[in-house]
């Protein structure tokens, strides 16, 4: 679909694209043919698509896999969707907030996703033991993140908490300009794979919860010392358990150096987690 396709499509379906569902509608077959090259996709994939808004994605997905689970908020579009891919049964058109529903088994996660809520996506999707393969058309911004470099402005709690459970492995910039209406930020089309090994303490929800509150907790402190950091975070808690001679002494029996956030290594930030779970 180009643009003037889905300019009319929508003067059809009597919708305006709303910003805060992140309805950016992909308008550059160029842009499909890259999503469908970094899949990878067999006839035995079963793909999770969210916010598939007018199938631009979906109609390239749905002729390649086995299953396809496509989540639509808009009930406009859910209909649209349901009436254009009537013809196949391997796509199930769902209607909900993807942050709301239980989510159907998947491999991979092939999607242009909202923008808006990328974090608490990435937080539900890949987040947890066995993270799906993702190809994710997100803010360039957050992309930046998380592929981590030596730049530690871009240093992040996404930084710290995608990298523990995957594998980033391509990034590509995207233009802008092949989305209507044109968002204002920049985006990149990421591919990330699950780490062939996690940390076993992120093996279970409660400590996995824990590790993500510890690291939100931490990182806005990511350019002071660790212990002053750990000191503040716990301060906000509003039950101080440790005094700063303690969360010291804590890390130096443990070998760890009172340096600077950004200084350490993602696999330090989970075992250092784990110092102070209870």
């Known amino acids: 679909m180009d643009k003037n396709e889905v300019q009319l499509i929508l003067k059809q379906l009597k919708i305006n694209p709303n910003k805060k569902l992140g309805q950016n509608f992909l308008t550059d077959k160029n842009i499909v043919n890259k999503v469908i090259y970094f899949s990878e996709l067999s006839n035995d994939d079963i793909i999770l698509e969210i916010g598939p808004g007018l199938g631009a994605l979906t109609e390239e997905l749905v002729k390649k896999v086995k ?3 496509a989540i639509e908020i808009d009930h406009r579009l859910y209909s649209y969707l349901n009436k254009k891919f009537s013809n196949f049964n391997n796509i199930e058109i769902i209607h909900g907030n993807i942050l709301e529903l239980e989510i159907p088994f998947h ?11 990328t974090g608490p996506i990435l937080n539900k999707i890949f987040y947890k033991k ?3 393969i993702g ?10 993140r998380i592929f981590i470099s ?4 871009t240093f992040s709690r996404i930084s710290i908490g995608t990298n523990a459970f995957i594998n980033p492995v391509s990034k590509l910039t995207i233009s802008r300009l092949s989305f209507y209406p044109i968002p204002k930020i920049s985006l990149s089309l990421i591919k990330i794979i699950p780490n062939e090994k996690i940390n076993p303490f992120l093996m279970e929800k409660d400590t996995i919860d ?6 939100a907790g931490i990182m806005p402190y990511k350019n002071k010392n660790i212990v002053n950091a750990l000191d503040l975070y716990f301060k906000t808690l509003n039950r101080s358990r440790y005094t700063k001679e303690e969360i010291l002494m804590i890390l130096q ?14 696999e330090e930030f989970i075992e250092i987690s784990k110092l102070f779970y209870s």
Do not use: W
């Open 210 to 215: 824990f590790f993500l509150k510890f690291i």
């Open 135 to 144: 190809v994710l058309i997100i803010e360039k911004s957050i992309a930046d």
């Open 107 to 117: 491999t991979k996660v092939v999607s242009n996703i909202p923008y808006s809520i």
């Open 253 to 266: 029996k443990n070998n760890y150096d009172n340096k600077k956030l950004f200084g350490f290594k993602i």
């Open 67 to 69: 299953k396809i689970y």
């Open 130 to 132: 066995e993270p799906p």
């Open 150 to 153: 030596e730049n530690y402005k």
